[in-house]
């Protein structure tokens, strides 16, 4: 099982930006996706996670300007940015709980991160 992330750049203050999650492979069931970031000298933190029932939960610092998303048939997650600050500048990470055809229970695989920089 292999998570593609990608969709990150640099963009101004106040711009926007999609970022994408590609789950492949040997997959039976995906439960929920999430975004996470890491700034630099900071923890990684979750921003965003959509529930297979399409349920979402946000950081309160991204509430009504990030929305995430995913397209079931695709095994793929999304991450809408607008409005992006300064702030946001991070590594984002992408996440999924899912449940491979061959191994039994739901583990959690990641996505090898993809840059944002929002400059001021």
């Known amino acids: 099982v292999q998570l593609q992330a990608s969709g990150g750049g640099l963009v101004q203050a106040g711009g926007s930006l999609r970022l994408s999650c590609a789950a492949s492979g040997s997959i039976f069931k995906i439960n929920a996706m999430a975004w996470y970031r890491q700034a630099p000298g900071k923890q990684r933190e979750l921003v965003a996670q959509?529930?297979?029932?399409?349920?979402?939960n946000y950081k309160d610092s991204v509430k009504g300007r990030f929305t995430i998303s995913r397209d079931n048939a695709k095994n793929t997650a999304y991450l809408k940015m607008d409005s992006l600050e300064p702030e946001d500048t991070a590594v984002y990470y992408c996440?999924?709980?899912?449940?491979?055809?061959?191994?039994?229970?739901?583990?959690?695989?990641w996505g090898q991160g993809t840059q944002v920089t929002v400059s001021s």
């Open positions: 996440s999924a709980d899912l449940t491979r055809r061959e191994v039994p229970g739901t583990h959690r695989y």
């Open positions: 959509i529930t297979s029932s399409e349920t979402t």
